[in-house]
């Protein structure tokens, strides 16, 4: 009996200590810490020397292949090919230290022997959507002082077009994949890093720390024109050194007997592939399976063929891999882990998805930014709240605050505060812009958000985005989740729009299945039936596509445009 009395308390006090762990994440000036234990040490190296820090132990394994055509390279081949073509960019093409390329390239398995080097000769990487015109492509090759670009030989003339317009001369470096032959005037990636004589001394010569700029993506510009996000070195490292946090992190160890292998049909291009795709799993000796161009079929097929057990994704893949006529279980076979991304998704879309997976599968929320390199907060393992984005990340602070910047207290919605080693250093040459997103130094993230007692977060939506109904917030989102449990619809979008006796009032863009029908009634009753009066919707257009950004944001200003 003493024995079970003392099993019991030592229990007891197990769990006490457990609870005390968690509601002590928030202090009594409402900030919330992370609830895992601080990093010790974030390595005082480069984005490219973390990478390859631990090359040896796995030389052999596929670094990154395509999906398409199974072109590819170990780990091995990469360093070599990434290390000669930094060699080249410095003595060929006079790239210094701190001088930007821009890397206007879809997910090819070249692209991160690009990237890596032009980390290597002390360069910094500013990526551009290759569906840019040359008008989009123009404007950022000036904003972020560009010296070289490399893209497609299919996107050489656009970029040329761009040039014009800047009335800029650049080098461009193709990269071809399927043996084109090399434009006139431009010069062959393969041609620079394959050459065996060039003299590699001159990388010695690089002088980058942790705290330089390494990473120059542009915000996605849902609200206004996209600002270059300055990100350093330690910014990166410190957000790679995050996720690795054994309670949230989403790979297996490369070992002898297993390579995890992940599908990256998110765009290198954006913030949450390069970073938690391209450099961390690299940095994890992880496959890469780089999806060139994204089409239903092909997609999952490659699901399947290449055993892809991880994948990050964003809502539009999660959509598509619940209602897809072709999916199955056997599709997912060897999905283990599931993180979605980029912007918040309904419970019930997960359990869509989960329903046709048919196994229990790690299926998780994290949430980021392009100004936090991107990771703020990841689901915990055995987390099945799908609603939520779980804790901050280790070594990071939250605060939930009011419209006066006044801390709030669990369970009260606000906007979302971060400080942490991945924030970045600040806007390219937009103090005014740093300024207006920085609280002392506290960022801004302009997120609607709650949390919950144990520090657990939930993304509501963008105080920009909300509706005021009669001095109510209705978050859109919300509204699309219910919107997308209509048998009929396959996709769906909510905008605000001015209203005579409501401010405003909730507006629905629908896409429908194939074959489906639905009539204007039949999605308003649908809807008003399960959400308070003032959330009610009464407008509704039907659409092809809702507009969105490459990561899955809707882009609700097109939207506006065509009310």
Known sequence: MARSLRLLKRTFNKFNESCVRYNSVWTSDGIINSPYEKIKDIPNITVYEYIWQNLDKWPERTASICSATGRGYTYEQAFKLSNTFAANLRRKLNIRDGDTVAVILPNVPDFPLVALGILEAGGVITTVNPIYTAHEIQRQLLMSDAKVVVTLPDRVGVVRDALKIA?????????????????????????????????????????????????????????????????????????????????????????????????????????????????????????????????????????????????????????????????????????????????????????????????????????????????????????????????????????????????????????????????MRGYRNNPEATAATFSDDWFRSGDVAVADENGVIKIVDRFKELIKVKGFQVPPAELEAVLRDHPSVKDAAVIGVPHSSKGEAPKAFIVLKNDAKANVKDITSFVNERVASYKQVNDVVFIDSIPKTASGKILRKELKEMN
Do not use: W
Not at 196 to 211: A, G, Q, Y
Not at 396 to 412: F, M, S
């Open 167 to 423: 009335k800029l001369n650049l080098p461009i470096i193709v990269v071809k994949t399927n043996g084109e032959s090399t434009t006139d005037g431009t010069i062959a990636f393969n041609e620079l890093s394959e050459d065996v004589h060039v003299d590699k001394s001159c990388l010695k010569e690089v002088k980058r720390n942790i705290n330089d700029i390494c990473f120059l993506p542009y915000s996605s510009g849902t609200t206004g024109l996209p600002k270059g996000v300055e990100l350093t070195h330690k910014n990166i490292i410190a957000n790679c050194e995050q996720i690795n946090e054994p309670e949230i992190m989403c790979h297996n160890e490369t070992t002898a007997k297993h390579q995890d292998s992940v599908l990256a049909v998110l765009p290198y291009f954006h913030i949450y592939s390069a970073s938690v795709l391209m450099f961390h799993k690299m940095s994890q000796g992880i496959k890469l399976v780089a999806v060139p161009k994204f089409q239903p079929e092909a997609f999952l097929h490659a699901l399947e063929k290449f055993k892809v057990n991880v994948l990050f994704c964003a809502p539009p893949i999660v959509f598509l891999m619940a209602s897809h006529p072709a999916a199955n279980s056997k599709t997912y076979q060897y999905l283990d882990i599931v993180l979605n991304g980029a912007a918040p998704m309904a419970a019930s879309d997960a359990d869509r998805f989960l329903a046709k997976v048919e196994r229990n599968i790690r299926f998780g929320q994290g949430y980021g930014l392009t100004e936090t390199s991107p990771v703020v907060c990841v689901g915990a393992k055995g987390c099945r709240d799908y609603s939520v984005v779980g804790n901050a990340v280790p070594s990071t602070e939250l605060k939930i605050v009011d419209q006066d910047l006044k801390a709030l207290g669990p369970n009260q919605l606000g906007e979302l505060l971060i400080r942490g080693p991945q924030v």
